[in-house]
């Protein structure tokens, strides 16, 4: 039986905003989930909701098959994170970590034993008699997650935990909570409008956008396999390029170059004969020079990013334009007319009205 479940989850608020529409998902102990989409989307909503935050206005929320819907946060056994760690600037780290249990009257030397091992896991030890402001943005962050994980919860759940901290410090503090949940092997929901931080931190991602599921997956599944054009554009950096064309005997155009559609194996396209398709390719999904089994394509060199692993090229074809992730020793020179190669096995087609992947 699942930990968690969700079924038909909807949020309607006060106002009349149906801000989460059938939420489904079933989430195994010590499960790391990631919920992901731009602002806006229901992720808060839909966690909030697990929380016992905000009540559900409709749909089931069972805990080990039992429904849990009228339960108190509390009774939950949940631990949140927010954004803001709400640190007490008064007390040390220590009684900052400590503080649940010593509202819950637990024993003077559990207490010391477990802020201790808390603090351990955290690399803490050295700072338990700091106050708050005599810590870094990262610190304050792990104090916060220690006081979440000192309660001994059974779910885990953070809200953007590592949005005030800096690009260098996110980094850092995201292959931490990968560690940390390694550790203690709690089952962990985590919100995100990062697709580094999803792609990264989870077993498995659900994709959100205007208060609906996309797809559930995990990264490998999401990256390789969307179901949609917004789930392609999402998970990727830089996104999916996509081309809109209208199949004409089979064919598109990308620019001045034609693309034979029924060169691909496996692809009947006949139903789509004068309609719209879109045609989509991931910056590192193709290759330089004229390659077999491949789309190939010219176009001209419009800018490029050297980043040091690898060379974003920016490339226009007729009124088409696409970015192009090559090796930095193969970086093209600006206004130079470049050929390169799409791999059958590297393109995805989608339907360019429900936007729903063409297999
Ligand atoms: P996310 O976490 O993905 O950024 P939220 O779950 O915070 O999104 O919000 C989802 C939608 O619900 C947004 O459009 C937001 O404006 C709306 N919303 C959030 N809280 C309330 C509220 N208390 N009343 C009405 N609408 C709300």
Redesign the pocket.
């Known amino acids: 039986m699942a930990y968690i479940t969700l079924k038909n989850i909807n949020k309607i608020?006060?106002?009349g905003?149906h801000?989460v529409h059938d939420f489904n998902i079933e989430i195994e102990k010590g499960e790391f989930i990631v919920f992901v989409?731009p602002?806006?989307?229901?992720?808060?909503?839909?966690l909030r909701m697990i929380a016992g935050l905000e009540d559900i206005s409709n749909g089931d929320f069972l805990i080990n098959g039992n429904r849990a819907n009228e339960l108190g946060p509390r009774e939950r056994e949940v631990a949140m994170v927010f954004q803001s760690y709400a640190l007490y600037p008064q007390m040390t780290v220590f009684d900052n970590i400590a503080f649940g249990l010593t509202l819950q009257g637990v024993d003077e030397e559990v207490i010391e034993q477990r802020v201790k091992k808390t603090a351990a896991i955290l690399g803490l030890t050295d700072y338990l008699d700091r106050l708050p402001r005599a810590l870094s943005g990262g610190q304050r962050q792990r104090v916060a997650i220690g006081r979440a994980i000192i309660r001994k919860v059974g779910i885990f759940l953070m809200d953007e935990p590592l949005s005030n901290l800096d690009a260098k410090q996110r980094v850092t503090m995201r292959s931490e909570i990968a560690q940390i949940h390694k550790e203690t092997g709690a089952t962990t929901i985590y919100?995100t409008?990062d697709q580094t931080e999803a792609m990264t931190l989870a077993d498995r991602i659900v994709v959100?956008k205007d208060?609906y599921v996309q797809q559930i997956g995990t990264p490998y599944e999401l990256y390789f396999n969307p179901v949609n054009v917004f789930v392609a554009g999402f998970i990727g950096e830089p996104p999916m390029n996509f081309i809109r064309g209208t199949v004409k005997d089979g064919k598109i155009h990308f620019g001045e170059n034609v693309l034979d559609l029924n060169a691909m194996p496996g692809t009947d396209l006949k139903s789509y004969e004068g309609k719209e398709i879109i045609f989509g390719f991931r910056p590192e999904g193709i290759e330089l020079g004229k390659h077999d089994n491949a789309y190939h394509v010219s176009a001209q060199v419009e800018l490029t990013e050297m980043l040091g692993d690898n060379t974003n090229v920016y490339i226009t074809t007729g009124e088409d334009k696409a970015i192009l992730k090559v090796d930095p020793h193969d970086t093209p020179e600006l206004d130079e007319t470049i050929e390169f190669s799409i791999p059958f096995e590297h393109v995805y087609l989608f339907d360019a009205e429900t936007e729903s992947r063409v297999k």
């Not at 602002?39 to 839909?46: A, D, I, L």
Request: hydrophobic letters at 15%; glycine letters at 22%; aromatic letters at 12%.
């Open positions: 608020y006060p106002n905003y801000a989409g602002s806006g989307c229901g992720k808060s909503t839909t919100v409008h959100m208060g």
